[in-house]
Nanobody, 112 residues
Framework: QVQLVESGGGLVQPGGSLRLSCAAS????????VNWFRQAPGKERELVAR????????NYAESVKGRFTISRDNAKTTVYLQMTGLRLEDTAVYYC?????WGQGTQVTVSS
């Protein structure tokens, strides 16, 4: 069956870095664009970054441009989100999505 499994979240101080991974299985991963979303407590889920199926096109929310980088390795059926310069407001559960499928999310907490 289709699975998207996020990992790499955790607690980090402001200014720190984390790399999230989204490991996919059960479908032809290389055919699909992949999105990273996040949802903070009491807020709506928002799109953070998107990468095209071959990885040549990326898009970012304004709030993360210049700090986050999305990439993918189709041979490993994995998408990454490298996050640097983390801020308190980046605290959220981060989800990956491909086609109609969602992962279970990974918690990122930025706190001093």
């Amino acid at each position: 069956q289709v699975q998207l499994v996020e990992s790499g979240g955790g607690l980090v101080q402001p200014g720190g870095s984390l790399r999230l991974s989204c490991a996919a299985s059960g479908f032809t991963f290389s055919n699909y664009a992949v999105n990273w979303f996040r949802q903070a407590p009491g807020k709506e889920r928002e799109l953070v970054a998107r990468i095209s199926s071959a990885g040549g096109i990326t898009n970012y929310a304004e709030s993360v441009k210049g700090r986050f980088t999305i990439s993918r390795d189709n041979a490993k059926t994995t998408v990454y989100l490298q996050m640097t310069g983390l801020r308190l407001e980046d605290t959220a559960v981060y989800y990956c999505k491909a086609d109609v499928y969602w992962g279970q999310g990974t918690q990122v907490t930025v706190s001093s």
